[in-house]
């Protein structure tokens, strides 16, 4: 079993930046997938982006300010955002797995993006 845990959430303005951080309890080194979801109040959890093998895949809304990646070394996975807005803000989760989907997650960092 492998423990996720996100970090690196807050209040930040629109414009703003955060980095995201999602450790394991473990070795990620035989994980292949890693991904950023969240959940805005009164929405479902949607998908932010993936990182696959070597392939990144993102939501639109996302494209272009955001950029997912991982560390071995680290036993974590990042998630770099820039150009926040208002509608960036939920909980974001974290998730891995072995294969193709997430197999494992997190308990969630709050992002509020606000003036």
């Known amino acids: 079993q492998v423990r996720l845990v996100e970090s690196g959430g807050g209040l930040v303005q629109p414009g703003g930046s955060l980095r995201l951080s999602c450790s394991a309890s473990?070795?990620?080194?035989?994980?292949?997938?890693m991904g950023w979801y969240r959940q805005a109040p009164g929405k479902e959890r949607e998908l932010v982006a993936t990182?696959?093998?070597?392939?990144?895949n993102y939501a639109d809304s996302v494209k272009g300010r955001f950029t997912i990646s991982r560390d071995n070394a680290k036993n974590t996975v990042y998630l770099q955002m820039n150009s926040l807005k208002p509608e960036d803000t939920a909980i974001y989760y974290c998730?891995?797995?072995?294969?193709?989907?997430?197999?494992?997650w997190g308990k969630g960092t709050l992002v509020t993006v606000s003036s």
């Open positions: 998730g891995m797995g072995r294969l193709v989907g997430m197999d494992y």
């Open positions: 473990g070795s990620i080194t035989r994980l292949n997938a």
């Open positions: 990182l696959i093998s070597d392939s990144t």
